[in-house]
């Protein structure tokens, strides 16, 4: 059993707010259908942020459907309930989804996006977590993100070098994960699920003029990641302020290309072990 108390890499005051205005709900749906979400499902949603995400998944159940949200944060689920909450079938709760997720009972398919690459050590805990409260022949559904915040053309070589050891700092010293997606199959696989399936698109595609979330998204991040890591820019040209304005000015030109892959993968649980 996990041990270690609660920490969110991207926790800061105004995360709600920065999970709230990047979900897309065109591309959520898309996922979702991909996934085989259907109207009467009762719905787990793990890791469900401020409940934007939820409640788009709670529309398309219906007719007949009941979604429950379980987040870590008190604050985004107190907004979740504020300004989602309230309609049958849809509920929300604090809960560390690292532990077991006894007393919420068993659901029809449980959905997991963007949480496993937080979380580089304990991911396993977490899906079987979710297996256990599936019912038998419950679908899991697990969307993460690959080369995370890795690709990018063409980075000035002093961000060319930079960019990957800020990444390998993350996964060392803060259990971020930016090769999640690719390790789906294989948690899949070995809990001994069926009739997995796999899905890779892009979730970023970023080129030409930049689009105002865009900016605001990886601005937020560098802006609540980089004080975790100050002693990586004392050897940048200019330090902190440096980096963060040469990728700014990389971020901004339209010749850039940015891309992030999302891989998405579902299994059935058995009916028999
Ligand atoms: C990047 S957000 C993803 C939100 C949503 N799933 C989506 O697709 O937009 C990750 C969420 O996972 C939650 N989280 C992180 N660790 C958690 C844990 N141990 N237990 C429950 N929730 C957790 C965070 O609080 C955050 O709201």
Redesign the pocket.
């Known amino acids: 059993m996990v041990e270690e108390p609660?920490f969110?890499l991207?926790?800061h005051e105004g995360?709600k707010d920065r999970?709230e205005k990047k979900?897309d709900p065109l591309a959520l749906r898309k996922q979702a259908e991909w996934c085989g979400i259907k109207p009467g499902q009762h719905l787990l949603?793990?890791?469900?942020?401020?409940g934007?995400?939820t409640a788009i998944l709670y529309d398309l159940i219906q007719p007949g459907g009941s979604i429950l949200g379980?987040?870590?944060?008190p604050e985004?689920i107190a907004y979740a309930k504020k300004c989602y909450g309230g309609k049958a079938g849809m509920e929300f709760a604090v809960?560390?989804?690292?532990r077991p997720l006894n007393g919420f009972g068993k659901f029809d398919a449980i959905w997991v996006?963007?949480?496993l690459e937080?979380?580089r050590r304990e991911s396993r805990e977490i899906i079987q977590n979710a297996a256990d409260n599936l019912h038998r022949g419950g679908f899991l559904y697990l969307l993460d993100l690959d080369y995370n915040c890795l690709s990018h053309h063409e980075l000035p070589l002093p961000l060319a070098k930079i960019v990957p050891e800020i990444i390998h700092r993350l996964e060392d010293l803060y259990n971020f994960d930016a090769y999640a997606g690719r390790k789906l199959y294989a948690h899949l696989f070995d809990l001994g699920f069926e009739n997995i399936e796999i899905n890779v698109t892009a979730h970023h595609v970023i080129y030409g003029e930049i689009r105002d979330v865009d900016s605001y998204n990886w601005t937020k991040k560098i802006e609540v990641i980089a004080p975790r890591l100050a002693d990586l820019f004392e050897t940048y040209p200019g330090g902190y302020q440096g980096f963060f304005m040469d990728f700014r000015k990389f971020f901004h030109d339209p010749r850039r290309f940015t891309y992030t892959p999302l891989i998405m993968g579902k299994g059935m649980r058995p009916y028999a072990d």
């Open positions: 609660y969110y991207m926790e995360e999970l979900t949603d793990l890791g469900c942020g401020p934007k995400t379980l987040d870590a944060s985004r809960h560390d989804i690292r996006r963007f949480v937080y979380y």
